[in-house]
């Protein structure tokens, strides 16, 4: 498995709020991805509008382990990364918001193919716009490939999922329709093969 395919940019707050307030990002998180980069839009709306999970992440992101932000990449982009980060931020501004517009241009910039996202209008975006070279993952497809690697159980899989379906109030389809539509869509998409050594 190469370098990068274990490691994810961060689109958007909701999907960490979502996880931390369900009470399960460290519990599934670490068991399928190794680095989570967080862009510096996304870290600051998430410490002015959900000061409590920014907070208790924090730790994590100065430790710089797990979670790590993408401005301290900087300095090591090439000149053609950086200026494709900046391009690709002029081009979306008008289309995607400020943190799913840092995520993605990085994410391109970094040369890393996968995105965690809850929104599924900036899902649709991205995968237009890299002509499906890019994949957003979901929370509850976090879930499946913990489940797909070994590293779950169906039934804690189910209880997660769950949980923060309950805990923030989602109005989602039950943990089965996730799973069918996890096969039959994102599932055969080349970036999750390679992911789980199809």
């Known amino acids: 498995m190469n370098e990068k395919i274990k490691t994810v940019v961060l689109s958007d707050t909701d ?42 992440l924090l730790r994590h992101l100065n430790e710089g382990n797990l979670l790590k932000r993408t401005k301290l ?35 391109l910039g970094m040369e890393i193919d996968a995105i965690i ?6 899902k649709e975006l991205i995968s237009l716009d890299s002509e499906g070279s890019k994949v957003v993952i979901t929370f509850w497809d976090i879930i499946i490939l913990a ?28 943990f089965g329709k996730q799973i069918y539509e996890f096969e039959n869509y994102i599932g055969t998409h080349e970036w999750i093969n390679k992911f789980l050594g199809i």
């Open 15 to 56: 999907i960490l709020v979502h996880m931390v307030s369900g009470g399960i990002f460290f519990e599934v998180v670490p068991l399928v991805f190794e680095t989570v980069y967080i862009p510096a839009k996304v870290e600051q709306e998430l410490k002015d509008k959900h000061s409590h999970t920014y907070y208790k």
């Open 73 to 107: 990449e900087w300095g090591g982009l090439s000149v053609e990364q950086k200026k494709l980060v900046n391009t690709t931020k002029t081009r979306l501004r008008a289309r995607l918001d400020p943190g799913e517009l840092d995520c993605y241009a990085y994410s």
């Open 147 to 174: 489940i797909k690697m070994d590293q779950l159980d169906w039934t804690t899989g189910e209880l997660y999922y769950n949980k923060v379906v309950q805990t923030c109030r989602l109005s989602l389809p039950p």
């Open 117 to 122: 996202s809850d929104d599924k209008g900036a």
